[in-house]
């Protein structure tokens, strides 16, 4: 059964600073990872998608690796803002197409 | 292009009576699934539809659950006589037809359910 943990469970930093997320999985045949930004009574919206066969994606502040043998994740937040401020899932994709989901690490960016 | 609609926003019902929740997929996307979040939890997995068909449904719950993607219309979560447990926002996603372990699945805003 796959578990996806992610540490710290919340995080509070100072506007500026980078900063580091991770998530990790127990099994390590997936098809996919996926960050998610999600912010108080909304819905999901999807950061980044690291495929398999992939070692790292990054959109603009955000870059994710994806280390499938130790079946580790983590998404570094460059140069952070208050407008950071939110949970971040992360989830792994095995097979039939359903998506494993961590508890999420609630970030705080203070200004 | 709308994203994934989904209604009603918040729903409140009290104990013992049904609750109906609808999505509607992206344009072109034939893939619905359904997710749970219980407060404090993250994100679960419930059921997994294409047109007419339940694909995986191995995270609903056996009794009091279903859930339906009709032809038409659509996809609904139905969750009979309900229960204070049952009080949790409800995500649906969807995804293009011919989705392979490469796509991502894009999430509505959510039904927050709360049960009285």
């Known amino acids: 059964k796959q578990e996806v943990t992610q540490i710290p469970a919340a995080l509070s930093v100072p506007e500026g600073e980078n900063l580091v997320l991770n998530c990790s999985f127990t099994d390590s045949a997936i098809y996919n990872l996926q960050w998610f930004r999600q912010d108080p009574g909304k819905g999901l919206t999807s950061l980044l998608l690291?495929?398999?066969?992939?070692r790292e994606q990054t959109s603009g502040r955000l870059n994710a690796s994806l280390d499938k043998s130790s079946g580790r994740s983590t998404l570094y937040i460059a140069a952070s803002q208050p407008g950071d401020s939110a949970t971040y899932l992360c989830a792994v994709r095995r097979g039939g197409n359903k998506l494993v989901f961590g508890a999420g690490t609630i970030l705080r960016v203070k200004s | 292009n709308a994203g994934v609609m989904q209604n009603p926003r918040h729903l409140v019902r009290r104990r013992g009576q049904e609750a109906r929740l609808r999505c509607s997929p992206m344009k072109g996307h034939s893939h619905v699934y359904w997710y749970r979040q219980l407060p404090e939890e993250g994100l679960k997995f419930m059921v997994y539809l294409q047109k007419e068909n339940i694909i995986d449904e191995s995270g609903m719950p056996k009794e009091r659950f279903s859930a339906e993607f009709p032809k038409e219309g659509p996809s609904i979560l139905r969750i009979q006589q309900v229960v204070r447990g049952d009080s949790a926002a409800y995500f649906c996603?969807?995804?293009?037809?011919?989705?392979?372990?490469?796509?991502?699945?894009?999430f509505g805003p959510g039904t927050r359910l709360t049960v009285l």
């Open positions: 690291i495929q398999s066969s992939q």
């Open positions: 996603a969807s995804s293009p037809p011919g989705t392979s372990g490469g796509d991502t699945q894009y």
